[in-house]
RNA sequence: GGGCGCGUAGCUCAAAUGGAUAGAGCACCGGAUUUCUAAUCCGGUGGUUGCAGGUUCGAUUCCUGCCGCGCCUACCA
């Protein structure tokens, strides 16, 4: 309601402008929210429009409050020095909307979407950085499906690289294990975290002599010939890890559509496939001396002083070694950003090729994930070929994923590469507190620090099940206490959805480009700007409802029909109604917050609009007793305003993928 | 060296295309009518937005230069 309202206002103003002011070219109209509701809903800056019309301010804000017209559901306008044009919105109009949940239709652009998320390599437990990750991508999904959209979720799998080959060597040259001993091992619960600690010794076993690495070389080289033993300990490992994190994901409830794997980009031939494109479009140029001597490399990210002539000759031609990027090594072998610039053309449909598909794992709700296979199954959804994709992936890659975007443009792919967004996040590391209690030595640059960054190859790091465990154990505390009588289960169910909520919210309050010092206190806590305060907010909402023997939902349904316009005016018109009027306000947001999200790929506005909702009410509840409230059509109003706002707050925590429990 | 990003209250963070008095949470201090109410609410303390210039009617936001910090900059992935 809200978004569209703006959007009306927005195309009347520049309506009228252009009709008022013929001629002149103005800057497009700026819309806010006012400092304070009591100046009104909408506010427009006018001094933009003050020079190219040589006209005061003022003045102009007067001619367009003055000359406008009347618009549905704007109540009046005022002029407000130095320069604002403040709009109020008729209240009982857009509530009556809101109660009866209008949703006016929006321009949902055609075209599927593909985001990809958590891509953790399959060789140990998941950690805090990977939840990161995936919360930010499952929550991307939610929000472009709340905006219409249709969404395939991938979740690309490097089985083939040198992390699984460590852990390969681990296995095999370490522990001297066989791979009956090895897959008996796969079945073990939690075998993740077993390969994370293997892991962390396989790094140590290299550091001592140098010679190990020999090899490394050998298993990865080995695990790229399929036919190999070494290959398929590779994929017993990968697939037993991969499924690990697949169940660690589900308990926030995370899932994916896809899961494509580097294996079959190498063995259906992706790259081959590419590179002929590839060097057709003089995108990668043969090195014949210096450094790079005998490689195709491509010009670095970031590095162009034209970045139009990419793919020219004359460009191609001359590119600095340091500019250079190595795409296919002098031995022939190709390296992963050359297999990505493949990987990405088929997103877009324009390799040639495709995957084959197989099923590979079925949530406890019935969802099919499927998995790149050489030979697929015959039935199988169509992945690929999409008009958008998001790759959530860390701000640490974005050279590389500016690579790939700029190769595409030089084989003539603009359009895609226009609609190719690296949905870029920054890292989670630990406060050095926080590494302390882990048993962490700090060095004493370390202690200087505000963060320090985690280490999959040292084992340094929080793993995923471990968190939630804790924060489940830590709410189920809790709930114990405050609700002794309820049954075993239903004590752990609802710790369970609290401690998704608070892990899920913690991880979206922070924006993306802020780097998250992770540490336990914070994250444990379940008071003030978190998960379970918007939670529990709703379950005080449901309360209310519960005393008065009424069903929530079926009340807010039935709002619209039980109070009229004129009960609407009655009750939010004044200006002593403004307190109230701001819940109403809030929840109309829902929808212009969520575009907000989408276009600024910034979900961290959802959770600051779950807290402003949760916050809104908790003083209303605070202040305003309802169920005692003698004046029958009053408390009608009172309960509806609760309604609403639980409504769109239940909602807005639903894109978040945070569930409510029915009491806390 | 080059590229990207960051620097805001004691701490952790907000502040959409530049807008009205820079806001929250935590911490600390003081309070909350036997109610639908404490995983809550109200009040208080706390700021030269790293520094210096510039553009603008207006700068936390844009530009330039410094200072400090992080990440990237492999024939690793």
């Keep these: 309601m809200y978004r569209h309202l703006e959007h009306r206002l927005a195309q009347r103003i520049t309506e009228f402008l252009s009709r008022r002011y013929p001629g002149a070219s103005l ?15 909408f506010a427009i800056p006018v001094f933009p429009f003050a020079k190219p019309l040589r006209t005061a301010p003022l003045r102009i804000a007067e001619t367009i409050r003055a000359e406008i017209g009347a618009i549905e559901g704007i109540a009046e306008m005022q002029v407000a020095p130095p320069g604002y044009l403040n709009v109020k919105v008729d209240r009982a109009w857009l509530a009556g909307g809101l109660a009866a949940d209008q949703k006016p239709a929006a321009d949902i652009p055609a075209g599927k979407i593909l985001v990809e998320h958590t891509s953790i390599n399959p060789n140990k ?70 390969c994370w600690d293997l892991y962390a010794r396989v790094s140590q076993w290299y550091a001592q002599d140098k010679q190990n690495l020999q090899v490394r070389a050998q298993t990865l080289h080995g695990i790229e010939d399929a036919a190999s033993e070494t290959a398929a300990i590779a994929e017993l490992i990968s697939t037993a890890v991969l499924r690990r994190h697949l169940e660690t994901m589900d308990r926030l409830d995370i899932e994916y559509d896809f899961l494509p794997r580097e294996s079959e980009i190498l063995q259906l031939h992706f790259w081959e496939a590419a590179f002929v494109k590839l060097k057709e479009a003089s995108v990668l140029t043969y090195e014949t001396e210096g450094k790079n001597k005998g490689c195709w490399v491509m010009r670095r ?35 992963y950003v050359g297999k990505d610039i493949a990987y990405h053309m088929w997103k877009f449909g324009l390799l040639g090729r495709d995957f084959g598909y197989r099923k590979f794992y079925r949530y406890p709700n019935r969802h099919e994930c499927w998995i790149s296979a050489t030979e697929g199954e015959k039935d199988h959804p169509h992945f690929g070929d ?36 690296h949905f870029s996040y920054e890292m989670v590391a630990l406060t050095p507190r926080c590494a302390a209690e882990l048993g ?225």
């Excluded at 296995?171 to 075998?191: D, H, W």
């Design 27 to 41: 800057p497009g109209v700026v819309i806010e929210p006012p400092p304070k509701v009591e100046l009104g809903e």
């Design 125 to 194: 437990a998941a950690h805090i950085g990977h939840l990161r990750n995936a919360i930010l991508g499952d929550t991307f999904v939610r929000l472009l499906r709340y905006a219409g959209r249709e969404v395939d979720i991938q979740n690309y799998i490097d089985n083939t690289g040198v992390q699984v080959a460590d852990v390969v060597v681990g296995f095999t040259q370490i522990e001297k294990k066989s791979r009956a001993e090895i897959e008996a091992l796969t079945r073990q619960p939690r075998f993740d975290y077993y």
């Design 301 to 335: 990210a970031g590095t162009a002083s034209n970045p139009e002539a990419i793919g020219s000759a004359e460009e191609a031609s001359d590119i600095s070694e340091e500019d250079q990027k190595v795409i296919v090594r002098s031995n022939g072998t190709v390296g």
């Design 386 to 421: 999409v008009a958008e994709i998001y790759n959530v992936i860390d701000a640490r890659q974005s050279e590389a994923q500016n690579t790939v975007i700029q190769a595409l443009r030089g084989l003539g792919h603009q359009e895609a590469a226009d609609h190719y967004a």
């Design 440 to 664: 962490y030595t700090l060095s004493e640059e370390d202690k200087t620090r505000s963060y320090i960054e985690v280490s999959g190859r040292k084992g340094f790091g929080v793993k995923a099940d471990d968190l939630l465990d804790q924060l489940i154990a830590s709410a189920r505390n809790e709930v114990d206490s405050r609700h002794p009588q309820l049954a075993e289960e239903e004590r752990a169910a609802i710790a369970t959805q609290i401690a998704v909520g608070a892990l899920r919210y913690f991880m979206l309050k922070f924006t993306k480009q802020s780097v998250i010092a992770f540490d336990f206190k914070e994250a444990l806590s379940f008071e003030g700007e978190t998960g379970p305060y918007a939670q529990y907010a709703v379950v005080r909402a449901t309360s209310i409802f519960k005393k008065a023997a009424l069903d929530p939902d079926t009340f807010s349904r039935e709002v619209a029909g039980n109070l009229s316009t004129a009960d609407f005016a009655q009750y939010l018109a004044a200006e002593s109604a403004n307190e109230i009027w701001e819940l109403w306000l809030a929840s109309a947001k829902t929808s212009y917050i969520v575009d907000q999200c989408i276009a600024t790929t910034e979900p961290a506005y959802l959770a600051k609009h779950a807290f402003q909702l949760a916050q809104l009410f908790n003083t209303f509840y605070h202040r305003y007793p309802i169920l005692s409230e003698t004046d029958e059509k009053r408390k009608k109003f009172l309960l509806a305003t609760v309604a609403i706002v639980r409504r769109e707050l239940i909602r807005t925590l639903a894109v978040m993928g945070i569930t409510v429990p029915p009491v806390m």
